[in-house]
């Protein structure tokens, strides 16, 4: 068993795999192909193996960084409707810019902040995806329906457990350093 040699630029893990575009490049079956090589195809990612070591071409072709323009596109009108549409998003956006501005005057650790971001930023996941799941129920069946209605309810469930684990996790937080800064 020969094991490839390891380059000064990449990391010495045997199996580092994280291949993006399966092009190969052709100097890869030379002689010290273990060597970067750049040309006209662009930026190399190396997989070193047990038996073999290959340069795979990685980097976004046009049509692949057009998909994530609109994909990312697609996602920043979906905030723009939540916060047209949904007054509870707006509270939400409200509520966790008090917890930032609150954190931030108090001085909270860079751990409790982090926190508090992914509370704020779980909490509006899940009001983002009640309000999708509500706007599919309506476009499926206009008419009122039980099964519809208890889809509804149990997506509202879903916002209402994360905004009191949201509530629970900030107070904990937020309930010492007030105490100590009175």
């Known amino acids: 068993m020969e094991v490839a040699p390891q380059c000064t630029w990449c990391s010495p893990v045997l199996f580092s795999v994280i291949v993006r575009n399966h092009r190969m490049n052709k100097s890869t079956k030379r002689e010290g192909a273990h060597q970067r ?6 930026p190399y ?16 072709n046009k049509p692949m960084l057009d998909k994530k323009v609109n994909s990312l596109r697609n996602a920043l009108a979906g905030l723009a409707i939540a ?4 007054l509870n998003f707006r509270i939400e956006i409200g509520c966790g810019i008090a ?8 001085g909270v650790s860079h ?32 008419n009122p329906d039980p099964h519809i209605a208890k ?4 997506a509202a469930a879903a916002v209402l457990i994360a905004s009191c684990t949201a509530l629970v996790v ?7 350093h007030l105490i100590s800064f009175s």
């Open 170 to 176: 900030g107070a904990a937080i937020f309930i010492p």
């Open 99 to 106: 917890a930032i501005v609150a954190a931030c005057f108090i």
């Open 37 to 42: 090589k750049d040309n006209e195809n662009g």
């Open 83 to 86: 916060w047209k549409e949904e």
């Open 151 to 154: 889809i509804k309810d149990l």
């Open 111 to 142: 751990l409790e902040f982090l926190i508090i971001l992914l509370l704020i930023g779980f909490v509006l996941s899940a009001e983002a995806l009640n309000t999708a799941l509500e706007e599919f129920c309506d476009m499926v069946q206009s």
């Open 45 to 60: 990612f190396r997989v070193h193996g047990r038996y073999d070591s290959r340069v795979f071409a990685v980097g976004y």
